[in-house]
């Protein structure tokens, strides 16, 4: 199994029956298909759907008026609704948004999230990320623990930040970390990498389960 996979296999553990979902862009789009058996979601898209449903194949998309937050075709599962953007953040605002899964350029021990802009590259914008982090009930940030072999999980974010003190658990194909109060807090650890790995991949310090040793 590649990376993302993995990644997208592992988060979807983390969902319930019933469960809100909001997803990024990229990466977490793929959590749906790794969904354990019997559990159903509510998908939510903050452009404008409540209840998505699977991509539409090419026969069936309608790339001009039905697309998720990400500009991809997109469709409503049945029992689903199309609503405008005052109803989609109101949702999220107001906290019925149980889980937000989405990627990150940076995350530090508080919980800080940097994950919308590098200086100097043209971006689109801040997209519907600034309200989730916020309003979301639980934050999963789902990515590769490095980016081209630098850390991307730090001591403090040097990045634009999205929101501060807003990320609960991180998920990436080395282990799966909580962000509490005294820091990171290893909870998992991917069998095929090492503490040894895990640390020298991750500028900030780590803890382990009993949350008052460091690693």
Not at 60 to 72: E, I, K, M, R, S
Not at 81 to 108: K, M, N, Q, W, Y
């Amino acid at each position: 199994m590649d990376n993302k996979s993995y990644i997208a296999a592992r988060v979807a553990k983390e969902l319930k029956t019933g469960d809100v979902v909001n997803l990024g862009i990229g990466l977490p789009t793929m959590v749906p298909a790794f969904l354990p058996e019997g559990v159903t979601v509510i998908l939510q898209s903050e452009n404008g759907i409540i209840g998505a449903g699977p991509k539409p194949g090419a026969d069936t998309a309608d790339p001009l008026h039905v697309t998720d937050a990400g500009g991809q075709p997109s469709s409503a599962a049945p029992g689903g609704a199309f609503i405008d953007s005052c109803v989609s953040f109101g949702l999220i605002r107001g906290g019925h948004v149980d889980v937000t899964i989405l990627g990150a350029l940076e995350v530090d021990r508080e919980g800080n999230l940097a994950n919308w802009i590098i200086p100097g590259k043209r971006v689109p914008g801040m997209g519907g990320a600034m309200d989730l982090v916020v309003g979301a009930k639980k934050v999963i940030v789902a990515m590769e623990h490095t980016a081209k072999g630098a850390p991307k999980i730090l001591k403090k974010c040097r990045l634009p930040l999205t929101a501060v003190n807003c990320v609960n658990l991180i998920i990436t194909e080395m282990c799966v970390m909580e962000v509490t109060p005294g820091g990171l807090v290893l909870t998992e650890r991917n069998p095929e990498y090492s503490i040894e790995q895990i640390k020298a991949a991750t500028e900030a310090e780590l803890y382990n389960v009993e949350y008052d040793n460091k690693i």
